[in-house]
């Protein structure tokens, strides 16, 4: 089965500052997508950014950001001027293979220190 | 902007009840899923269902697991006969197309006694 991982099972920020959340992946196709969605304590899983992997820019919503290196199956989040309000567990994750079934790392719990 | 929505927010139901959860898909879409989370744990996919069939399941979907789309809105699922280890978050998502983007409901918590 093809896997997500998320090495980082907490990380904090300060208010304001910025934080990047790791995310690697494994894959033997050309044509995929990734995500990472945001579950605040309600449990609800939001849609945080989307990235296909045919386009080289890294794609962008408003403060959140992600660094794809296609080759090395990496795609982290960057976080950038962080609130109070991004405190949330992230999870990363893909389609699997051929799939409409997605497939979630373990996730990263953030915290934003006031 | 269009979201999906699941009832109940929460569910306590006793080890072999049967329960059935509820969800309204966005409209325009084609492409329904179930998920399930264990508390602590990661969102897990059960099954998913288009064109008024399932196309893809997991092994946790076994023979208690049934899911139904009864009239154009709703998308249920049900358990026939709850276990313990039932306990979780059920999420539901629907995409309007099959490699397109999954939206995710508010989810149901399930709880067995």
């Known amino acids: 089965a093809q896997t997500v991982t998320q090495s980082q099972p907490e990380m904090s920020v300060q208010e304001a500052e910025t934080v990047t959340l790791s995310c690697t992946y494994d894959?033997?196709?050309?044509?995929?997508?990734l995500f990472w969605y945001k579950q605040p304590p309600s449990r609800q899983m939001i849609l945080v950014i989307r990235?296909?992997?045919?386009?080289?820019q890294n794609a962008t919503e408003n403060r959140f950001s992600v660094n794809f290196q296609k080759a090395a199956k990496s795609f982290s989040l960057k976080i950038s001027d962080s609130q109070l309000g991004d405190a949330a567990m992230y999870f990363c994750?893909?389609?699997?293979?051929?799939?409409?079934?997605?497939?979630f790392g373990k996730g990263t719990k953030l915290t934003v220190n006031p | 902007e269009p979201e999906v929505t699941q009832t109940p927010s929460h569910q306590v139901t006793q080890m072999g009840q049967e329960v059935i959860l509820r969800c309204v898909p966005i409209s325009n879409h084609l492409y329904f899923y179930w998920y399930r989370q264990i508390l602590g744990q990661k969102v897990e996919f059960l099954v998913s269902?288009?064109?008024?069939?399932?196309?893809?399941k997991s092994e946790i979907f076994d023979d208690q697991f049934s899911v139904e789309r009864p009239d154009g809105s709703n998308f249920t699922l049900k358990i026939r006969s709850t276990k313990l280890e039932d306990s979780a978050m059920y999420f539901c998502?629907?995409?309007?197309?099959?490699?397109?983007?999954?939206?995710f409901g508010p989810g149901t918590r399930l709880t067995v006694l």
């Open positions: 994750g893909r389609p699997q293979g051929g799939s409409e079934k997605l497939v």
């Open positions: 894959t033997s196709e050309s044509d995929y997508y």
């Open positions: 990235q296909e992997a045919y386009k080289q």
């Open positions: 269902f288009y064109n008024n069939e399932i196309s893809e």
């Open positions: 998502a629907s995409s309007d197309a099959r490699a397109d983007t999954q939206y």
